[in-house]
């Protein structure tokens, strides 16, 4: 999650990590949005180590631990309006939009550990269920509680 192949990989990693990241972190609070990113990337990595045949293979980069910020978001906030490429869409096209793209690509040779992103999908997705049912449960006890007065 901290090495990238060159700046161009870095750069566009850290972009998206800036405004998706950002939306994250204002709706979780900055542990949550950390224990969510350093999971995902865990996740992510355990996943492209499992299913690579090559095992001198590196991976290198933060776009699993992105795409569990991703997904956590899109669960909890599945029509917020997002530009893919310049094309605005909800969030949660866009995501299946790139799982689709990461699944369809999954036994190229193009250098990208697709299993990767896919594993931090799925990480995103629980993860983010699992915020969206605590938040919710926590608004339900904050809303009763101020009726009473």
């Not at 996943?47 to 933060?62: E, I, K, M, N, P």
């Not at 999954?106 to 992103?117: K, L, P, Q, W």
């Amino acid at each position: 999650m901290f090495l990238h192949v060159d700046l161009g990989h870095l750069f566009f990693n850290m972009l998206v990590l800036f405004f998706f990241g950002r939306e994250l972190e204002n709706r979780v609070g900055n542990s949550t949005f950390l224990k969510v990113y350093f999971i995902s990337g865990i996740v992510a990595a355990l996943g492209y180590c499992l299913t690579v045949s090559d095992t001198s293979a590196a991976v290198v980069g933060a776009s699993g631990a992105i795409m569990g910020v991703f997904a956590a978001l899109t669960v909890l906030a599945p029509d917020l309006r997002v530009y893919v490429y310049f094309i605005p869409m909800q969030i949660k096209y866009a995501l299946l939009l790139f799982a689709v793209l990461d699944f369809a690509l999954m036994g190229s040779n193009d250098m990208v550990a697709h299993t990767a992103h896919l594993s931090g999908t799925l990480v995103g997705l629980f993860m983010g269920f699992h915020l969206k049912k605590s938040m919710k449960k926590y608004n339900n006890v904050y809303d009763s509680y101020y009726r009473r007065w």
